[in-house]
């Protein structure tokens, strides 16, 4: 399939456990994004990605929170010293290249990571 | 404090009928906004979009208004499907964000379509 897939799709861990997420978006997409969703909230922005850089990380909640991505292509986002306020899904989002101004890009999902941190 | 609310948690409708799901936004300065639609177990798909420019925007069955003056948008299902069953996002993007897409998620509405 084309879309945008993410690994593992299951993640439970013990809590102080480093865990890495991984995100293969769309070839071609250029802009990339985290967002995670807890229990009976909505979608909460995590980072967002052009190419390789990040010139948007204001919604990593704490310094335990880190993300890179490579080639332009797969993303992982790392979360270190894991907490239970940690659990939630982890979803991850490619567009094509933001064109600005009075038009949109679709967003396209993946599945997500449905993290537990015991 | 959240910028885009989406007020009722859950709605349930009989098939055949209109669903009608609200979305509340603080922010004067969104000027795109955006429904995506969340299956169980899966990442949420774009459904319909509309600028802030347009006060209408239709796409078969689903169709979006919105009233600025009254900072509300809703999205209207007609005649609803029991595959209509999901949970809706509502999303805005922040005019200062056109640069990259960012936008911001409500925290959904689970529709319920009844057989």
């Known amino acids: 399939g084309a879309g945008v897939s993410q690994s593992p799709s299951n993640k439970v861990t013990e809590k102080g456990k480093d865990v890495e997420l991984r995100c293969d978006p769309i070839?071609?997409?250029?802009?990339l994004y985290w967002y995670r969703q807890s229990l009976g909230q909505g979608l909460e922005f995590l980072i967002y990605?052009?190419?390789?850089?990040?010139?948007?990380k204001s919604g990593l909640p704490s310094d335990r929170f880190s993300a890179e991505r490579t080639g332009g292509s797969v993303s992982t986002l790392t979360i270190q010293r894991t907490q239970q306020e940690d659990s939630a899904v982890y979803l991850c989002?490619?567009?094509?290249?933001?064109?600005?101004?009075?038009?949109?890009?679709?967003?396209?999902f993946g599945p997500g990571t449905r993290l537990t941190v015991l | 404090d959240q910028q885009v609310k989406q007020n009722s948690p859950s709605l349930s409708v009989q098939e055949g009928r209109i669903s009608i799901l609200n979305c509340d936004y603080t922010?004067?300065?969104?000027?795109?906004f955006l429904w995506y639609k969340k299956y169980p177990a899966e990442g949420p798909t774009f459904l319909i979009s509309?600028?802030?420019?347009?006060d209408k925007n239709e796409d078969g069955r689903f169709t979006v208004f919105l009233n600025k003056s009254a900072k509300h948008l809703s999205l209207h299902i007609v005649p609803s499907q029991p595959g209509d069953s999901a949970v809706y996002f509502c999303?805005?993007?922040?005019?200062?964000?056109?640069?990259?897409?960012?936008?911001?998620f409500g925290p959904g509405t689970s529709l319920s379509v009844i057989p």
């Open positions: 922010n004067s300065m969104f000027d795109y």
């Open positions: 999303a805005a993007r922040p005019l200062e964000e056109t640069s990259y897409d960012k936008v911001i």
């Open positions: 070839s071609g997409h250029t802009a």
């Open positions: 990605f052009q190419g390789n850089s990040a010139p948007d």
């Open positions: 509309i600028s802030s420019i347009k």
């Open positions: 989002a490619s567009s094509l290249e933001p064109r600005g101004g009075n038009s949109y890009n679709e967003q396209f």
